[in-house]
C-alpha cells in the first residue's frame, strides 16, 4: 500500500503576482487532478503563454489561467455547482451545466483561495469550454490553447500550424468552427453559447 499523500496546505497569501500564481497553481495540478488532465493543463498553461506573449501579453496571466483552467473538472458535482453558483459566471442556458461548471467553479476557487481579481483572467478561466462573445485576448487564447494544445490527439497536426498562423481573430474563428464540426461528427449538440460566439464571429457587425 502507498503511503497517504500529506494534506495540501493552499492557499497563499491573498493575490499573488500572475508568476506566483503560476507557480502555486503548478504546485497544486499533481495533488487536484489525475496524470493525463494535469499534462493537458500544463499543455495548455504553455500555449496560452506563448500565444500572450506573442500579442505582448503578460506570459504569466495566460500560464495561470492554463494551470487552473480544468483544476474542478475532478471535485464532486455538488461542489462545482456551490463554487460555479458563487462566480457570477453562470451560464445562461443551462446546456449540459453538469459538464462545463468547471470553468466558472475554477474562476471561484481562485478568487476564494487566492484573491485573484483579474477580470479577463478569471473569465478567460470561467468560459474556456463554450467562449462567448466579446472575447478578449487572454480569453481568445486560452480557449484556443484548451482546444488546440499539442497533447490534444484528435487535433490535426496542420490545422493547428495554420490555426497558430493567424491572427487572434481568425484564429478563434477557426478554431470553433473546427470544434463544432468535431462536436458535430460525433452527434453531439453545440451550446447556445458556442453558436452565438461563431455567428458573431461571422458578423462582426453584430459586434459593434
Same mark, same amino acid.
Given at each position: 500500500?502507498?503511503?497517504?499523500?500529506?494534506?495540501?496546505?493552499?492557499?497563499?497569501?491573498?493575490?499573488p503576482?500572475p508568476?506566483? $500564481?503560476a507557480?502555486?497553481?503548478?504546485?497544486?495540478? +499533481?495533488?487536484?487532478?489525475?496524470?493525463?488532465?494535469?499534462?493537458?493543463?500544463?499543455?495548455?498553461?504553455?500555449?496560452?503563454?506563448?500565444?500572450?506573449?506573442?500579442?505582448? $501579453?503578460?506570459p504569466?496571466?495566460?500560464?495561470?489561467?492554463?494551470?487552473?483552467? +480544468?483544476?474542478?473538472?475532478?471535485?464532486?458535482?455538488?461542489?462545482?455547482?456551490?463554487?460555479?453558483?458563487?462566480?457570477?459566471?453562470?451560464?445562461?442556458?443551462?446546456? $449540459?451545466?453538469?459538464?462545463?461548471?468547471?470553468?466558472?467553479?475554477?474562476?471561484?476557487?481562485l478568487?476564494?483561495? &487566492?484573491?485573484?481579481?483579474?477580470? /479577463?483572467?478569471?473569465?478567460?478561466?470561467?468560459?474556456?469550454?463554450?467562449g462567448?462573445?466579446?472575447?478578449?485576448?487572454? /480569453?481568445?487564447?486560452? &480557449?484556443?490553447?484548451?482546444?488546440?494544445?499539442?497533447?490534444?490527439?484528435?487535433?490535426?497536426?496542420?490545422?493547428?500550424?495554420?490555426?497558430?498562423?493567424?491572427?487572434?481573430?481568425?484564429m478563434?474563428?477557426?478554431?470553433?468552427?473546427?470544434?463544432m464540426? &468535431?462536436?458535430?461528427?460525433?452527434?453531439?449538440?453545440?451550446?447556445?453559447?458556442?453558436?452565438?460566439? &461563431?455567428?458573431?464571429?461571422?458578423?462582426?457587425?453584430?459586434?459593434?
Amino acid at each position: 500500500m502507498e503511503p497517504a499523500k500529506p494534506e495540501p496546505t493552499w492557499p497563499e497569501p491573498a493575490r499573488p503576482e500572475p508568476a506566483r $500564481l503560476a507557480a502555486l497553481l503548478e504546485e497544486r495540478l +499533481d495533488a487536484e487532478l489525475s496524470p493525463a488532465r494535469a499534462a493537458h493543463s500544463r499543455g495548455v498553461a504553455a500555449l496560452a503563454a506563448f500565444l500572450c506573449a506573442r500579442a505582448g $501579453l503578460d506570459p504569466d496571466r495566460g500560464r495561470a489561467a492554463g494551470l487552473a483552467h +480544468d483544476l474542478c473538472k475532478e471535485l464532486p458535482p455538488e461542489r462545482q455547482a456551490a463554487l460555479a453558483a458563487a462566480s457570477g459566471h453562470a451560464l445562461e442556458s443551462g446546456f $449540459l451545466s453538469e459538464k462545463i461548471l468547471h470553468g466558472p467553479a475554477a474562476a471561484e476557487l481562485l478568487r476564494e483561495d &487566492y484573491g485573484v481579481d483579474d477580470a /479577463e483572467l478569471l473569465a478567460s478561466v470561467a468560459w474556456h469550454t463554450l467562449g462567448r462573445p466579446g472575447m478578449g485576448l487572454l /480569453e481568445t487564447f486560452v &480557449y484556443c490553447a484548451d482546444k488546440i494544445e499539442p497533447g490534444r490527439r484528435d487535433v490535426d497536426p496542420a490545422f493547428r500550424a495554420r490555426a497558430l498562423s493567424l491572427p487572434p481573430a481568425e484564429m478563434l474563428a477557426a478554431v470553433v468552427e473546427d470544434t463544432m464540426a &468535431y462536436l458535430r461528427s460525433r452527434g453531439r449538440a453545440v451550446a447556445p453559447e458556442t453558436l452565438n460566439l &461563431y455567428n458573431t464571429l461571422r458578423d462582426p457587425v453584430q459586434q459593434t
